[in-house]
Nanobody
């Protein structure tokens, strides 16, 4: 059974950094495409970044050069390192895993990131 649990959110000042972590169970890294999405207040959920085939990464234009995704196979975590944070990065951040074999898609419960002073 696939389970995803996000952590690491919080309040940070503009220009600051945060590291989000998605603790996984039931995932075989490399066979799943892993995503970070976010949902700003009053807006639709949007793609932030993803890793496919365990290595290929892709980022939204709004976060390129500031955010970095990574997988830790031993810890079974999928992380999002965020730097140079802006108020517009304020959102609930969600982890998602897509099973390339079954087509199943799994979401975490989300973690709140607030960028402000």
């Amino acid at each position: 059974q696939v389970q995803l649990v996000e952590s690491g959110g919080g309040l940070v000042e503009p220009g600051g950094s945060l590291r989000l972590s998605c603790k996984t169970s039931g995932i075989i890294f490399g066979l799943y495409t892993m995503y970070w999405f976010r949902q700003p207040p009053g807006k639709e959920r949007e793609l932030v970044a993803r890793i496919s085939n365990g290595a290929a990464t892709d980022y939204a234009n709004s976060v390129k050069g500031r955010f970095t995704v990574s997988e830790d196979v031993f810890k079974k975590t999928f992380d999002l390192q965020m730097a140079s944070l802006k108020p517009e990065d304020t959102a609930v951040y969600f982890c998602r895993a897509d099973d390339g074999w079954s087509g199943g898609s799994y979401w975490g419960q989300g973690t709140q990131v607030t960028v402000g002073s």
